[in-house]
C-alpha cells in the first residue's frame, strides 16, 4: 500500500481538472462576451404609420404564423382576400400590401426571426419586400 | 309483454326510418328555404376568352399583352429557350392548330402569330395528375389555378398539358427579372407556374393584364355562362375554334379566324 502524502501529489491533476470543469460550464459567458451579444431582445423598428395591428398585440406575438397560413388558405384556395378585424376593420390580406405596408421586413421580421434564431423563412422566396422592389429599375 | 327477436328488429328498423326521414325532411326544407332567402337564381360563372387572330397586330410586332401580363406577374426573361417562362407567347398559327392545316406550304396564314396561354380547360389533364392538388379548377368560376406554395415541381402537369402552357423554374427567376411588382409574388426555383386568368385583378373587377393592355381590344374576356356577355356574342355571330378540342379537354380559349 502507497504510503498517504501530505502534500497532494495529484495536485496537478485536480486543479487542472476543476480549472477545466470551470472553463467548460462558463464557456456560453465567455463565448457570448466575446460575440458581444447581450441578453437584451431585438432591436425592433416599430411602425409609426399606424398605431394597432389587424389582431391584438398578444395574439400577433404568439400567432401570426397561423394568421398569416389562414390568409394564404383564404386567398389562394378559397378567393376571399379581405379580412375584418376584431375592431370591424377591413384589410386586404396580403403579406406584402397589408403587412409591409407597416412593417418594415429588414428591421422588423427579419431581427426578431434572426434573434429567435429562425433560420428558415421561405415567405420572401417569393413574396416581394416592396423596399426592395423600390431599388429595382425598368 | 315479451318480444320475439323478429318483432325487435322491426320496431327498431321503424323506428330507425322514422328519425332519418325527418331528418331528411328537415333538410330539404332548409335547403328549399335557403335558395328563396338569396332571391335570385345564381349563374355559375364560366370565364372564357375570345381572341380575335384578324385583330390582333402580333404580326405588326406587337406584344404588349405579353409584356403586360408579364410585368404584372413578375414573369421573368431567360435568354435561354430551356429555362424559358411563358404565361402567354406567341406561336405560328400552324403550331397552334396543327390539326387544321392542309399540308399546303403555301398556306398564306401558317406562320402567322397568335397569342396562347393556358386554355382553362372545362377537364383539365393538369389538374387530374397533380399529387398534391397544387392546381385545381375553380368550381366558381372554372379558372385552372396554381398554389405555388404547395407545388412540389414534379412536372406531370406539364406532361399532361397538351398545349404547354406551363413551365418550370429550373433557376431562381428573381435573378432575370429587372423589375418587380411588389403586388404579385414571383416564383422561387423548383415550381410550375402558368397563367391564372389573374383573379387577383377580377376580384377588384378588372379583366385580366393581357386583355387591358391590347389597343384593339383583339381579346375578350368574359363570363361564358352569360349569354348577354360580349364574348359569348361574339361566339355566336363569328366561326371559332378552340385549340385540341379533340382531346376532350375543353379550351375556354376561342380564336375567331
Not at chain 2, 386583355?211 to 384593339?216: H, I, K, L, S, Y
Request: glycine fraction near 6%; hydrophobic fraction near 35%; aromatic fraction near 8%.
Amino acid at each position: 500500500m502507497r504510503k498517504k502524502s501530505k502534500s497532494m501529489p495529484d495536485k496537478v491533476w485536480i486543479i487542472s481538472g476543476l480549472l477545466l470543469f470551470l472553463g467548460l460550464t462558463t464557456y456560453p459567458v465567455w463565448h457570448n462576451l466575446s460575440a458581444h451579444t447581450t441578453s437584451k431582445g431585438p432591436d425592433l423598428v416599430l411602425p409609426v404609420s399606424a398605431k394597432e395591428c389587424v389582431a391584438p398585440l398578444s395574439y400577433m406575438r404568439t400567432s401570426h404564423t397561423k394568421l398569416l397560413l389562414s390568409w394564404r388558405d383564404e386567398v389562394v384556395r378559397q378567393g376571399r382576400r379581405t379580412y375584418a378585424a376584431a375592431d370591424g376593420k377591413v384589410y386586404n390580406m396580403s403579406l406584402s400590401g397589408t403587412c409591409l405596408r407597416c412593417h418594415n421586413k429588414q428591421k422588423f421580421c427579419d431581427r426578431c426571426h434572426s434573434y429567435a434564431g429562425l433560420s428558415t423563412v421561405d415567405c420572401w422566396n417569393c413574396h416581394v419586400d416592396p423596399a426592395l422592389a423600390e431599388g429595382s429599375k425598368r | 309483454m315479451k318480444l320475439t327477436r323478429k318483432e325487435f328488429l322491426k320496431v327498431s328498423g321503424a323506428c330507425l326510418l322514422g328519425v332519418s326521414g325527418k331528418k331528411l325532411l328537415a333538410a330539404l326544407d332548409n335547403a328549399t328555404k335557403k335558395e328563396a332567402a338569396s332571391g335570385e337564381v345564381r349563374w355559375p360563372k364560366h370565364w372564357g376568352m375570345v381572341v380575335d387572330i384578324r385583330k390582333c397586330r402580333e404580326d405588326q410586332g406587337c406584344a404588349k399583352c405579353i409584356e403586360a401580363c408579364n410585368a404584372a406577374h413578375n414573369v421573368p426573361a431567360f435568354d435561354d429557350a430551356a429555362h424559358e417562362v411563358k404565361w402567354i407567347w406567341k406561336e405560328p398559327l400552324a403550331a397552334v392548330f396543327p390539326e387544321q392545316q392542309t399540308g399546303y406550304e403555301q398556306n398564306a396564314l401558317k406562320d402567322v402569330p397568335v397569342p396562347v396561354l393556358c386554355n382553362h380547360c372545362d377537364n383539365p389533364p393538369c389538374v387530374r395528375v397533380c399529387p398534391t392538388d397544387a392546381t385545381w379548377k375553380r368550381p366558381e368560376d372554372g379558372i385552372v389555378m396554381m398554389d405555388w406554395h404547395r407545388c412540389i415541381g414534379c412536372r406531370y402537369c406539364m406532361a399532361a398539358c397538351p398545349y404547354g402552357s406551363r413551365s418550370f423554374n429550373w433557376v431562381d427567376p428573381r435573378t432575370h427579372l429587372t423589375h418587380l411588382n411588389p403586388d404579385y409574388p414571383t416564383r422561387t426555383k423548383g415550381v410550375v407556374e402558368k397563367c391564372t386568368f389573374c383573379p387577383e385583378r377580377l376580384a377588384k373587377g378588372q379583366p385580366p393584364a393581357c386583355v387591358e393592355a391590347c389597343p384593339d381590344q383583339a381579346m375578350v374576356f368574359g363570363d361564358l355562362s352569360d349569354p348577354r356577355c360580349e364574348a359569348r356574342r361574339l361566339l355566336a355571330s363569328r366561326f371559332a375554334v378552340g385549340r385540341r378540342t379533340e382531346l376532350g379537354t375543353g379550351p375556354n380559349v376561342y380564336y375567331l379566324v
